[in-house]
C-alpha cells in the first residue's frame, strides 16, 4: 500500500462511542502526538493522511507535532502548515532532546480524550487508528500496536528488536512481541499518572502496566521507510539494558527500596560476619596467622559494603517517602468507585 496515496476507512461514519468509551468530556475526543526529527519529505503526506482518516471518523481531533530540534527545514515546514490547518499544533523544541522528551512535550500540550502517538516517518499507517479505538472500547487502557509484517532490514534492526522484546516481556512481567511500535492508543486519565525522562518511550507498556493499566496488542501495518534514515542503530542496544533495569526495579522496589538494598546489606554483612569468626578461630585457636590471607580482605570487604547498602536502602526509603508525600501521590491506584443508587439518592 502506497501510504502517499492515504489509506482510507470504507465503513460508514461510526458512531461517537466504541464500547465502553464515550466521547464528550474533553476538549477533543482525540490527541494525536507525532514526534519529528529530519522529517521534511514525510510531514505533508502524513498529515494529509491522518486528516483525511480522521475525517471518516467523525470526531473532534488535534494533531500535535513535536519538532525534536529538526535541521533540514521540517521546523519551518511545520509552522506553515499549522498556519494553515486548524486541526494541527506545532511544538518545536530548542533543540534535539530525544523521542521521550518530544513525546512528554506531546502528552503535555493534548486534550483529547484518548492519546495516539505515531511515528512520523510514513512507516505507521494511519488508518490503523481506527482498530485502536475500537479494542480501546472494550475496556483496555492502553492498546499497542504489533509490527507483525515489519519492514526493516532482518539483521540490524528485527534480530536485535526480537532479543529486546522477549527481553522486556520476561523482565517486565507485560508481554507484547513489539515494545519498539510507535503507534500505540492510551486513555488521557493514564498519560496524566505517568512521568517520562530518559528513554522511557519505549518501555510505556510497562509503565503504564505498573500504574494499574489494562494492556493488549492488536497487529497493525507497516511501510517501508520511503525518506531519510532510521535514527536508531546497534547502539541502542545498551541504552535498551539500562533502562529495562531501571524498569525493572521501579516495577518491583518503587515503594520499598529497603527490601531490595536491606537484604543485599544484610547478606553481604552477614558472610563477612562469618568469614571473620572463621578467621578468627584459625588465629586463636589454631594458631596461625591471617594476616596474608586474602580472606581477611574479603572479610572487611563484605562487612563494609553490607553497611554501606543498608544505608543506601535507608536513604532510598527516606528519598521514596519525600516523592510521595511532597507531591501528595499515593501509592494506589483506583480504577472506578461504585457505590448504590439509595447511597447516592442519600447523598445528593
Known amino acids: 500500500m502506497d501510504i502517499s496515496q492515504p489509506s482510507v476507512l470504507k465503513s460508514p461514519e461510526p458512531p461517537k462511542y466504541y464500547g465502553n468509551l464515550v466521547f464528550g468530556s474533553h476538549p477533543f475526543a482525540i490527541s494525536i502526538v507525532v514526534p519529528i ?9 502524513l498529515i494529509e493522511a491522518i486528516d483525511t482518516n480522521m475525517a471518516c471518523l467523525s470526531l473532534s481531533y488535534e494533531l500535535i507535532c513535536v519538532d525534536d530540534g529538526s535541521i533540514d527545514g521540517s521546523t519551518e515546514l511545520l509552522k506553515q502548515q499549522a498556519e494553515i490547518n486548524p486541526h494541527l499544533k506545532a511544538i518545536v523544541l530548542r533543540r534535539n532532546y530525544g523521542q521521550t522528551a518530544a513525546m512528554a512535550a506531546g502528552f503535555k500540550y493534548s486534550q483529547g480524550q484518548v492519546i495516539i ?42 534480530l536485535p528488536s526480537r532479543i529486546a522484546n522477549w527481553l522486556i516481556s ?9 515494545y519498539g511500535c510507535s503507534l500505540k492508543a492510551y486513555r488521557s486519565e493514564l498519560i496524566a499518572d505517568m512521568k517520562l525522562y530518559g528513554e522511557l518511550h ?46 525493572s526495579f521501579i516495577k518491583k522496589f518503587l515503594t ?25 578461630f584459625v588465629r586463636l585457636a589454631l594458631g596461625e596467622s591471617i594476616t596474608n590471607r586474602p580472606l581477611l580482605t574479603f572479610t572487611v570487604l563484605l562487612t563494609l559494603t553490607g553497611i554501606q547498602l543498608f544505608c543506601f536502602g535507608l536513604l532510598a526509603e527516606l528519598s521514596m517517602r519525600t516523592y510521595h508525600e511532597s507531591q501528595n501521590r499515593p501509592i494506589y491506584r483506583v480504577r472506578e468507585v461504585i457505590e448504590s443508587n439509595d447511597k447516592n439518592q442519600k447523598n445528593s
Do not use: C
Open 256 to 280: 520499598r527500596p529497603m527490601h531490595v538494598f536491606g537484604l543485599l546489606g544484610m547478606l553481604a554483612f552477614a558472610f563477612g560476619i562469618v568469614i571473620g569468626v572463621y578467621l578468627i
Open 170 to 178: 520476561k523482565m517486565t512481567g507485560v508481554k507484547l512481541h513489539d
Open 37 to 45: 526529527y529530519n522529517e521534511v519529505e514525510s510531514i505533508p503526506r
Open 117 to 158: 502517538t505515531i511515528d512520523g516517518d510514513l512507516q505507521n499507517d494511519p488508518q490503523d487508528i481506527y482498530i485502536l479505538l475500537s479494542e480501546l472500547g472494550k475496556g483496555y487502557d492502553v492498546v499497542s500496536g504489533w509490527r507483525k509484517n515489519r519492514q526493516d532490514a532482518k539483521i540490524s534492526r528485527l
Open 202 to 247: 519505549r518501555f510505556l507498556p510497562a509503565l503504564a502496566f505498573i500504574e494499574g493499566a489494562r494492556i493488549t496488542e492488536i497487529p497493525v501495518n507497516h511501510h517501508a521507510r520511503r525518506f531519510g534514515q532510521s535514527k536508531y542503530g546497534l547502539d541502542r542496544t545498551f541504552r535498551v539494558v539500562m533502562d529495562l533495569l531501571t524498569i
